[in-house]
């Protein structure tokens, strides 16, 4: 019995924490820095400031552990994919998944985009390296598909689809009339460009 009411905590502590992160990235996606604030997260999440700061010493953990989390769910989805897909075209196809997302939906492509940069601003060049950590498990993951197995391979293979990924958001952004490439083209382009280079 012990055991089952242990567990059913663990269960609601996973769950709380979940929500005071998908509405802290809400927040700093719609309202910007200034409005994802630890009293208007607690407020959205549905809990008081004193529950937050029991589960996040400080805002930017809270949006560090949403980060955390979905680079955790892409690095499951590296290592579960078929043992003859490469890094480079599972991660194209995370991206392209996450394009297809609607836009309403906080881990759509051009949220996680703009979650990115506002992370970034929020946390200050001081705490970057904290960036690099949140990566790790997606390197680990492309480190047992990239053909040498090296450690940098398997980086500049994670940090290019990235790269490709923000090239294609900004050109996307700047689309000028109705018969330019949507965003999964540019994405499919800039993924080519990477596997074959640029004689393709």
Known sequence: MQSCRASLREREKADTRTRLSVAAVELLVSHGVEGATVAAIAERAGVSTRTFHNYFARREDVFLYFVREQVARWAKQVENAPSDMSALRILHGILK???TRPEDDIVALGN????????????????RPDIEDILGPLYESARQRVESGTEFRARLTVDLSMAACG????KHATRQREGDPSLADLLDEAFEVLAHGDDC
């Open 97 to 99: 998944q996450a394009y």
């Open 112 to 127: 996680l985009a703009v979650l990115g940069e506002r992370i970034g601003f929020v946390l200050g060049p001081e705490r």
């Open 167 to 170: 090239a294609a958001l900004r």
